[in-house]
């Protein structure tokens, strides 16, 4: 069966550090992955998303970037926090065989102070 | 207007009682429905989905879709406070796109 992870799953960072949050996904190939950021009330955000190795769409212009340097992994990435980075970052995938389902990873609960 | 719409509650029922929680569309053309389950903290998990119009029923769950209405619905029966959660309604737009609404709390007191 088909796995997701997310690490870390909290992160409390200063304004203007670097982040960096990492998704891997066991029991499936060639997976579309996806970066989403989940505010209170304001449902699912797509930040990016990637079809494979090296090919990453973004959806939303910001100063977070996102990398794919393996099949089942995908990082996002900042050089520099801003306040409004705080959220609720998800992964998912969508394999090849579903339809149009994703599946989410447990998520990374990010505070910028 | 927003491409998908909900009620964000929170809904707060007894247990035992039949739960309702809904969407409203705007783009006639969608046609691949999902719900999801959220429980605080945690990563939303695939409850159902449904493809064009009618009714799809799992356990206690039914998923029902309305497109001349632009209207989606879950139903949960006999609800329990393990139901206590974030329901959120989400919409395939086609691609890589989908789109979500903002969710559902609800509470199931015991």
């Known amino acids: 069966s088909q796995t997701i992870h997310q690490w870390p799953a909290t992160l409390v960072q200063p304004v203007g550090s670097p982040l960096s949050l990492e998704c891997t996904v066991e029991?499936?190939?060639?997976?579309?992955l996806y970066w989403y950021r989940q505010a209170a009330g304001r449902g699912l955000q797509l930040l990016f998303y990637?079809?494979?190795?090296?090919?990453i769409s973004s959806e939303v212009p910001q100063n977070l970037s996102a990398s794919r340097p393996q099949d089942r992994q995908f990082i996002l990435s900042s050089k520099k926090l801003l306040l409004s980075d705080s959220g609720f970052y998800l992964c998912a995938w969508r394999g090849l065989l579903n339809n149009n389902e994703q599946f989410f990873g447990p998520g990374t609960r990010l505070t910028v102070l | 207007q927003k491409e998908v719409e909900q009620d964000p509650g929170p809904l707060s029922v007894p247990e035992g009682a039949i739960v309702s929680l809904n969407c409203t569309y705007s783009n006639s053309a969608f046609q691949y429905f999902m719900w999801y389950r959220q429980y605080s903290r945690k990563g939303p998990e695939l409850l159902m989905y449904t493809y064009s119009s009618g009714n799809k029923e799992d356990g206690r769950f039914t998923a029902q879709v309305d497109k001349s209405s632009k209207y989606i619905s879950l139903f949960i029966r006999d609800s329990q406070p393990s139901d206590s959660a974030t329901y959120l309604c989400a919409i395939w737009a086609g691609g890589f796109k989908t789109i979500f609404g903002a969710g559902t709390r609800l509470f199931v007191k015991a």
């Open positions: 990637s079809v494979g190795i090296g090919q």
């Open positions: 029991g499936t190939s060639n997976p579309n």
